[in-house]
């Protein structure tokens, strides 16, 4: 089972960033998916969650209406769209799928600065 994030990197605030998650070792389209965020010093946070079937989507308030998740269940990828960053949004990003086990990726940087 692999989680493989990427799309991290270095913005200036107001920019965007898409983060992608690839999936592989497990049945992707029978997992619920979700973005989480750890910055520095503080806990993991829900940033976002997609169904399986991608037709219901949450978000945390912090990113509602700035982040937009989706998932390609053809490609095996989850995907967060994200736009008008802050430098409060500066954490590593992680995908996490779930179903009656919970699996992790490894986490990229994203690093909102001027």
């Known amino acids: 089972v692999q989680l493989v994030e990427s799309g991290g990197g270095l913005v200036q605030p107001g920019g965007s960033l898409r983060l992608s998650c690839a999936a592989s070792?497990?049945?992707?389209?029978?997992?619920?998916m979700s973005w989480y965020r750890q910055a520095p010093g503080k806990e993991r946070e829900l940033v976002a969650t997609?169904?399986?079937?991608?037709?219901?989507?949450n978000y945390a308030h912090s990113v509602k209406g700035r982040f937009t998740i989706s998932r390609d269940n053809a490609k095996n990828t989850v995907y967060l769209q994200m736009n008008s960053l802050k430098p409060e949004d500066t954490a590593v990003y992680y995908c996490?799928?779930?179903?009656?086990?919970?699996?992790w990726g490894q986490g990229t940087q994203v690093t909102v600065s001027s």
């Open positions: 070792g497990f049945t992707f389209s029978n997992y619920v």
């Open positions: 996490r799928a779930v179903r009656f086990v919970t699996y």
């Open positions: 997609i169904d399986t079937g991608a037709g219901t989507t």
